[in-house]
């Protein structure tokens, strides 16, 4: 007979003899031929390894590599389908002796699909067979079948060996990292791509990776033996999917029951059919018309439906792009007005069970009649009025309909705090059945597990005490779970490579809540080690967002800073507050104006003239190593310091400088923000030795960053620099710059420039608490390295080449294929950009190369390829091709190396301001000037402040604030240049200032104001001894707050005193006016 799979024979012998042999056994016997089957693709794989050079996985098992393959983008998800039933099924005739010759011919089939993909992808192509014809019957000795079974044993144990020797060999590791292999891998997973999806699976082939899907999920479903016309039916105690179940309307493919239940009708289609349509078709004749004789398993009648759920699907993995054609089509029929949708996978028998007893009308009704007073309660939770206005809103939203909601507030706003309020509420009132809690970082969710465990909500329980909580180590759930909390990392395991383990439902939680929602937002941040199986940033947010969307739940994040890829995933927010806000709230406290230490080697620059003999120093292998006599000339700014090259003696300088203003031994504590983790022990290296001269403890300083250990000594050494004495400095890389809580910091030090206004300003967020035991009013920045200086408006941060991993191929086809200018213009900035990138590192063999190629250097040819006028770039480019193409894949110079530096350093100059080329004192007050006069009309609280200023309310007073800061002008920075520009040292308030510049008032110091004012009131009239005493508490109050109103008597202390009637009534019921009086001396004199 010839084979299905004779187009192996030539390229692939191996697998073509072990796929014959499996045919010759296809009759005789079919548990020896699935078993041949699973070796088929056990082959395939090992060779895929081998052309791919991918390390095989410690656990080299067949699932193991699987997955690994479609880790590394190798393979598409109907390919891994196909793998993975070769190996269950094959599993099952090793281990249970299973033998089903209809199960047997699907295999074939399946590894006849994979022998095509295979052979087009890897190969020479099918060489014209096409159709795939089930064997004919024959006989064969069994003494033949065994000896050419034995023979292959061999040929794949060798096969496997050889594999394993290649992998240790040096050449072949060197050969997978060089780019013409890295062009020929994109081209062959594309080829990959094009050819998986080309495959079209038979309904039966269909069929047996639904079974797998649906038995994953946790139901028992084999469509060729569990038939209802084979005998089975409902049995109590089991989950089972019936196939082929009889209706009125002819037989469902799947009928769904838990136990005696029937819950679910499943329409299978073809994996090249559109589903989308099938549910309002064939679904619902099944699911209205079940037969007489079924109606004890019927659970209740919704309308005509007597079926709750109905389901359609057609094999295929979920893809956003072909909706209609992929995933799980879904529909709820209970109520007319839901519509189908997606999921990504089967629902759980507990979870449809779950969301037959759920009643979300109903839930959502008791959300809104419950009232917020007890989030009031100071025994309890004791929200702030923002954080029950942030649940107020997700709350409102979520009665509209909305699924995903993001909520912005600033760093140190409590934002776990009113997580753990709204949990309790959809809890409380049933709204949500269970939630899972997504951190990134373990010790993130090691923190809000304790706010769950510590924080008293009603009757002096927690949440803890109240709830099933799940930690970080629990993989499951049980069905009175009601929180669990996991990192994205652990999840992306569970869902996208699971290997055996358990793997979440989609229908196992019903809301996420997503803490730090901003992730992937850094250009510069180094990828932490639990990351590092992510092939970059970019890998990261689609796994992240993968996580996100598999469950079929409501998503409600939030952040302190969203990032672009925020807000495409969660929506715009529907809350923000943020830390201006919150500062002139009193919730945070303000930072000083940065310390500016600059220094020779920062304000020139180092500098290696050609010739000069330099030490290299290589982190990866912890060697130095000398070169003499450099080829080229090196030149290194101050971004570059401690990133390319080592410069002790700089860092020395500035930490002696700012050693002298810290206390190790206070109550205030220190961060320190490095580079990367030699430059954490550096600076460690060089504090100990500051203070030992001074008999400090050689506790007070430590570096906090992944490489100090397992994840339990990190989250020791976070808790110790929170809770204990010592260390009282922190030295950290990207640990600590998101989510840690330690009120007492009270100095940042950035010894490391960063990119990303995002990044800097969590960073920022890390001082911004308050913490009244230590009287903390602001917190101190000292910023030698001119970070202040190199952090652009978030606007003008988006890269040029915004898809950094964009292929040659992707930007000249959108060259290419672009019509509209404005199209064509993106797609050749985006390739400039790139270019850009190159041409700055490359290697001098790359250069000269290029340099003869096209008789110009890469900078000069970027610069004609700009100049080039939009409507002859596309014939430029073409003209160029080879030599864009080279410079595209130009080699770099090695970028893990730094140079040791023993240039010496000294202080040059130290202020207080933002560096770089700041603006005079008095430019800037004229230019607030300017900008009172142009807002006067637009911003009613200017016109107030100037006309009659005793009128202002509070909030005119924060919204012209908010107003002035987004403007660049806050109070402190004008305060600051008046001094400088009037060489005084006053302090101001905004409304002084406001009516000094426009109405050309004498400034007089607030302290001086505020004591004269009280001084005239008290001489304009009599106050009793009480009464006294209550202005003793306004004028503290002033000092602080430098505005009081009305509203201001029935908060903080006021309230806590009995309020503004209390005090009215003290006042002889003339508060009012007494107030007035005082605004009236104090604001205009």
Known sequence: ???????????????????????????????????????????????????????????????????????EGIIEPIIVDLFHQLRLKGNDAVHSVYASQKSAETLHRMAYQLARWFALAYGEGTKGHSEFVLPEKHSISVEDLKAEKEAQEKQIETLQNQLFELQKQKEYLEESQSKEFLSAQKERVKKSQKYA???????????????????EA??????????????????????????????????????????????????????????????????????????????????????????????????RKYLKQLETKSGIWFLDTRRNDNIPKALQSWKSPQGLLEDLEKDIEKANQKLAETPYELLRDKDGLNLREYQIKAIETTERELLKGKSSILLSMATGTGKTRTLLAMIYRFLKTQRFKRILFLVDRTSLGEQAH???????????????????????????????????????????????????????????????????????????????????????????????????????????????????????????????????????????????????????????????????????????????????????????????????????????????????????????????????????????????????????????????????????????????????????????????TTGIDVPEITSLVFLRRVKSRILFEQMLGRATRLCPKINKENFEIYDPVGVFESIVDFTKMTPVAANPSASFEDIISGIDHSDEASSVKKYVNQLIGRLQRRAKNITKQDEDYFLNLQKTTPQEFIRELKEQPIGE??????????????????????????????????????????????????????????????????????????????ELTRNELKSLRLEMEQAGYSIREINHAWNKAKNVDITTDIIGIVRTLALGSALVDYAVRLENAFKKLKIHRQFTKIEEKWLDRIEKYLVKEQFIDHESFNTGAFKNEGGYEKINKAFKNQLDEIVDELKEYLFVG
Not at 612 to 635: A, G, H, M, R, V
């Open 218 to 315: 946790g139901w028992q479903a084999d469509s060729i033996h569990l038939k209802y016309s084979q005998g089975t039916r409902p049995e109590k105690g089991k989950n089972i999917a019936i196939a082929e179940f009889p209706t009125d309307k002819g037989n469902a493919d799947y009928a769904l029951f838990v136990g005696l239940k029937l819950v679910g009708i499943v329409e299978a289609k073809p994996e090249h059919k559109d589903i989308s349509a099938i549910i309002a078709n064939q679904c619902k004749d099944y699911a209205t018309h079940i037969k007489s004789e079924h109606s004890e398993y019927i659970i209740s009648q919704w309308g005509a439906y007597q079926v709750p759920f109905v389901f359609a699907t057609n094999g």
């Open 450 to 736: 304790d706010v769950f465990k510590e924080v008293r909500l009603e009757d002096l329980q927690t949440l803890a005490n109240i709830y099933n909580i799940k930690g970080l180590e629990d993989k499951t759930i049980e069905r009175e779970t009601k929180i669990h909390l996991s990192t994205v990392q652990a999840m992306v395991k569970r869902i996208l490579y699971n290997e055996g383990e358990y793997t979440p439902s989609v229908s196992d939680y019903d809301l996420i809540i997503i803490d730090e929602a901003h992730r992937g937002y850094t250009l510069d941040k180094e990828m932490a080690d639990d990351e590092l199986e992510f092939r970059n940033q970019d890998d990261f947010i689609s796994k992240y967002r993968s996580v996100i969307d598999y469950f079929d739940a409501v998503k409600i994040a939030v952040t302190a800073t969203p990032a672009l890829h925020t807000t495409e995933i969660f929506g715009k927010p529907v809350f923000e507050y943020s830390y201006r806000e919150a500062v002139l709230d009193g919730f945070l406290v303000d930072y000083n104006l940065p310390h500016q230490i600059i220094t020779q080697l920062r304000k020139e620059g180092i500098h290696y003239q050609k010739g000069d003999t330099i030490q290299i120093f290589d982190p990866e292998k912890n060697e130095i190593t000398d070169f003499s006599e450099i080829e080229d000339e090196l030149n290194f700014d101050i971004e570059q310091f401690n990133k390319k090259v080592i410069v002790e003696d700089f860092n020395r300088v500035v930490l002696t400088e700012i050693a002298q203003e810290l206390d190790p031994e206070g109550q205030g504590k220190t961060l320190i923000f490095a580079v990367d983790d030699q430059h954490a022990d550096l600076i460690v290296k060089i504090l100990k030795e500051i203070y030992a001269e001074q008999g400090i403890d050689n506790d007070a300083v430590k570096k906090i960053t992944g490489s100090i250990g397992d994840k339990k000594r990190v989250l020791e050494a976070i808790k110790q620099f929170k809770n204990e004495r010592y260390p009282n400095i922190a030295v950290t890389v990207d640990l600590l």
């Open 197 to 215: 999806g080309q495959l079209s699976l038979s309904e039966a082939e269909t069929r047996k990776i639904i079974d797998a899907q649906l038995n």
């Open 873 to 950: 770039v596309k014939t430029f480019i073409q003209n160029h091709r080879k030599a864009i193409e080279f410079l595209f894949h130009s080699k770099s110079k090695s970028n893990h190396y730094k140079i040791i530096s023993d240039k010496t350093d000294q202080v040059a100059e130290r202020y207080q301001g933002y560096g770089g080329a700041e603006q005079r004192p008095e430019d800037y007050i004229e230019a607030f000037r300017a900008f009172i006069t142009e807002n006067q009309n637009r911003i009613a609280a200017l016109n107030i402040l100037c006309t009659r200023p005793k």
């Open 1 to 71: 007979m010839t084979s299905n799979f004779i187009f192996l024979r030539e390229d692939h012998n191996l697998l073509y003899n072990i796929a014959y042999l499996s045919e010759k056994n296809l009759y005789s016997d079919p548990n020896t031929c699935m078993f041949k089957l699973r070796q088929f693709s056990e082959v395939m794989v090992n060779e895929i390894f081998q052309i791919e050079h991918i390390p095989i996985p410690t656990e080299h098992n067949q699932a193991s590599k699987i997955n690994t393959l479609k880790k």
